[in-house]
């Protein structure tokens, strides 16, 4: 799926992307070139912006109104209405930074550009296509999948209220 999230969203556009989907982040643009972007991209549009969200359905482009306090929540949320996958493929990977697909490499080639320690202690290591940032699975990974984890659960708790 591709999306374009407002600027009250910016952290879950990384998420979407940690999770494989095309969300480009509007932090700087108008409700207006929102609207365009969504409907000439044709990209789903997030806004926790009631009135940008109310503009958008009447333009028939495709909206969903983002709510709740957490990130959690909010990917729950997307799991319910969109049947988004809650799971990191690491096949499927987009940076969370800059949004380019991101490519598992070499461990040599990675060698002075990730801590030392790092480098010793993973064998996978992958690259953005774009800026060129490295990811690994380090400590913070038991984070992402606690994140991810609890975002399932709420999920599959509110299921049967869903509309």
Known sequence: MRFLVDAMLGKLARWLRLL?????????ASDEELLAR?????????TS???????????????????GSSEEERLALLARRLGIRLEVDLENLRCPKCNSPVVE????????LVPEGSWRRYERFWRCTGCGQVYWQGSHWSNIEAVLARARELARARSPKAP
């Open 105 to 112: 490499v070499p461990k040599e080639a990675v060698r002075g």
């Open 20 to 28: 494989g989907h095309d969300a480009e982040y509007g932090r700087d």
């Open 49 to 67: 912006d009631i009135g940008l969200f109310k503009r958008a359905l009447s333009s028939g482009i495709s909206v969903v109104l983002v709510k």
């Open 38 to 46: 969504a409907a000439e991209e044709g990209r789903i549009l997030l």
